[in-house]
Each structure stands twice: as C-alpha cells, then as structure tokens.
C-alpha cells in the first residue's frame, strides 16, 4: 500500500473538514443536489471523451496507488542479479523455469533463454516501454480531465442555485441561505479538483516514469547476462539506475 498517498489525501479532507467544524452551520456544508451535479456531470462528460472501459481501466488504476506497494529500483536490481546467478548456475535454459506474476520479467527471462541479440532486446524494450506510457496515458489525462471539468459544474451548479434564489427577492431572509446554497457547488468542484483529480493524474504519471524505469533496468540486466553472467559485473552495470545511497548489493 502506497502510504504517502492515502495519508496526503486523508491530511487534506482532515484540514477542511476541521476547518468547517471549527465554524458555524456545519450542516450547510453538505449538500447533495450540488455533489450530484458536479460529480454526475463530470463523469458523464468523461464518458463522453473516453470509451467506457478507458474509463474503467482509469479508476482501476487510481485504485492501484493506494493497494499496491511502491516497488525501488534497486530491488529490480537484485532481482536480476539473482536471475544471473541461476544462469551462470544452471544455464541459461533454467530461466524458462522461473515463476514470476510479472510478464516484462518473464519475457526477459525468456528472451535471455533463448539467447537472443541485443538488437532484439532493444527492439523489445522500445516497444514495452511505448505500449505501457500508452496505457497509462490515457489513464492520467482521463483525471486532469476530471480536474478541469469539475470545477466547471461547480460553477453551473452555483448559477442554478442563483437562479432559484433570485426567484426568492421578495423574501430577504432566504437570499443569505440561498446564496450558501449556490457557492456550494463551486467549493464542491474546486474541492475534488484540487485535492483528488490533480494529485492522482499526478501520481499516475510517477508511477510511469518509475515502471518505464524499472523496464529499463529489466531488459538491460538481459542484456548484461547475454553478454556476461556474473552476479557481480551485472550489479555493478545496473546499480548506476539506482541513487548512490541506496545501492544495496544482496547475493544469494
């Protein structure tokens, strides 16, 4: 679990809950024909702009940053020299054996078994990391969409609410709850905008340059035991992808 990212937007609900309850009419705050019009009405834009299963794959991989754990680059590291220490033990057809859930590690293993070229790899590489930067694009501009219409419906959201309350002039006690009423929505739209559509567009495309990262790492430690597989010369031509203070080398 990523815990930067739930407690960043637990800490931001936290702050502006804790700010209306520090005042008074708490209860105003909460209104459910605004949350529907700036949430329906943004989503039903996006579904406009995108096919529906992008979407889906959109909120799928939001969901992602929170359940799955934010793997370093020096553990991609160590794994491929624990893959060069079997090839160097075994050979290199025992890395056709080899059990991961990640399918860019086992197409480099079987890339390495099969003793392929360097061009081959590099081909290879190329077209992972363009396919998945793709995928993920998509994903990210699905949520600074999200980010830029919301506050759009707010702003509808408010000019409905000021159009109902200027049909109430006749009556000045209900101007004030009124107009309450109406900015309710642009807080609503800026809310969502700023402290959740932004901040996930924003990580999403971190999370893309780490795997794009972590893709390099993989296909060029294939490369590294094609040409030689020495536990030690791999770790030392892939920890230059790895910051110098956390370079940890582990051998099995």
Do not use: W
């Not at 590690?105 to 077209?127: F, H, T, V, W």
Request: charged share 20%; glycine share 8%; hydrophobic share 45%.
């Amino acid at each position: 679990m990523d815990i930067a990212t739930l407690l960043g937007i637990l800490a931001g609900f936290s702050l502006v809950i804790g700010a209306i309850f520090l005042g008074e009419a708490v209860a105003v705050f909460l209104n459910i024909k605004g949350l529907m019009i700036v949430l329906g009405g943004t989503l039903s834009v996006i579904c406009i702009n995108y096919p529906i299963h992008e979407v889906y794959q959109s909120i799928v991989a939001a969901i992602k940053i929170f359940s799955t754990r934010k793997s370093k680059a020096n553990e991609v590291v160590n794994t491929m020299v624990q893959i060069a220490d079997i090839s160097r033990r075994d050979g290199l057809l025992a890395l056709e054996k080899i059990k991961t859930d990640n399918p860019i590690l086992k197409k480099a293993c079987q890339l390495i078994a099969d003793n392929a070229g360097p061009e081959m790899i590099q081909e290879s590489l190329r077209i992972e990391i363009s396919a998945m930067k793709q995928r993920h694009g998509i994903s990210q501009e699905v949520f600074r969409k999200m980010a830029a219409y919301s506050p759009s419906f707010g702003l509808i959201g408010t000019l409905i609410g000021l159009v109902q309350m200027l049909t109430n002039l006749d009556d000045p006690s209900k101007v004030g709850p009124g107009m309450a009423v109406a900015l309710l929505t642009t807080f609503y739209g800026a809310l969502l905008s700023s402290l959740i559509f932004q901040p996930v567009a924003g990580k999403l495309k971190s999370r893309t340059q780490e795997e794009a990262l972590h893709l390099e790492i993989i296909f060029e430690g294939a490369k590294c035991i094609l040409e030689n597989n020495n536990p030690r010369f791999v770790y030392e031509k892939l920890s230059s992808f790895v910051p110098p203070r956390e370079r940890k080398y582990e051998q099995k």
